[in-house]
Structure formats: C-alpha cells, structure tokens
C-alpha cells in the first residue's frame, strides 16, 4: 500500500470537504468536526460524482410536521438522486444493507515524519585523493 499526501489538514476546514486525485482516481477528504475521512467519489446507485454532493445531517420525524436535523456534516447527499452515505462509514442510508461507498484509511501525519521531497536533490559522495576530485557512483 503506497501512501499519498494529498494536503495539509488546515486546507479542509471541519465540516468541508476537498477532492483530490489520488492514482488517477478521484476521492473526497472530508473533515468530520476534526476527523478526517476519504471516500470514492463515485455514487455506487449510479455513478454520480458523490464527492461534489451537499454535506448535511440525518433528518428525523416524531410525526407528521415534525423534523429536526441531527448529527449536522456527517451525511453526503449524492448530486444526482439525492441519496445519502455516512461520511464516516460510507454507509447509504437509502438502502443498508446492499450499498456503500469504497473509503479509503486517512492518518494526519506531522510533516516532518513524511518522507522529504518530492524535490530532493540527488547527492553523492566526494573525496580528494591528492589533488584529484573523485566521485562515487
């Protein structure tokens, strides 16, 4: 498993998102009140750009008239039919038990534990020996 770095954790503020390219694929990072998650962003119902959706919470009724929105930025509703995937699990709400989207394992990682680069300059080791200048490659 090759690991990518795909932006710095200020650049998604909590409850945005950013959609990244990662292999020649698309995949949505999103911020979840300060945890990270990443999921395809491709709608398993029909192939919508889900990433590009609208972030929103879980409505719930007591009744007739009666709603109320929870758990606010943890739902993505697919741009298309408006189905909606747990940010967090990439669950469909829409149907369960047979559907949800490909995540990916996101880690925030200090910069300076990431491998340097991508520019480094190549380096070599050098010696004199008498009045020559000898390079090893």
């Avoid at 020649?24 to 999921?39: Q, T």
């Avoid at 879980?58 to 408006?82: I, M, Q, T, V, W």
């Avoid at 995937?85 to 989207?101: H, L, N």
Wanted: with cysteine.
């Amino acid at each position: 498993m090759t690991r990518h770095v795909v932006a710095k954790a200020q650049d998604i503020a909590p409850g945005s998102s950013q959609i990244v390219e990662v292999g020649g694929r698309e995949i949505g990072v999103f911020n979840v009140a300060g945890d990270y998650y990443a999921l395809a962003n491709r709608c398993p119902h029909a192939g919508a750009d889900l990433c590009k959706g609208f972030i929103t919470g879980l409505a719930l009724s007591d009744g007739p008239n009666k709603y109320r929105l929870e758990r606010k930025g943890e739902f993505l509703r697919c741009p298309f039919h408006g189905w909606e995937f747990e940010i967090r699990t990439g669950q469909s709400w829409c149907d369960p038990k047979s559907m949800r989207v490909r995540q990916f394992k996101v880690d925030v990682a200090p910069g300076e534990t990431l491998v340097k680069g991508p520019y480094v300059a190549e380096s070599f080791p050098v010696k004199v020996e008498e009045e020559y200048i000898v390079i090893d490659i």
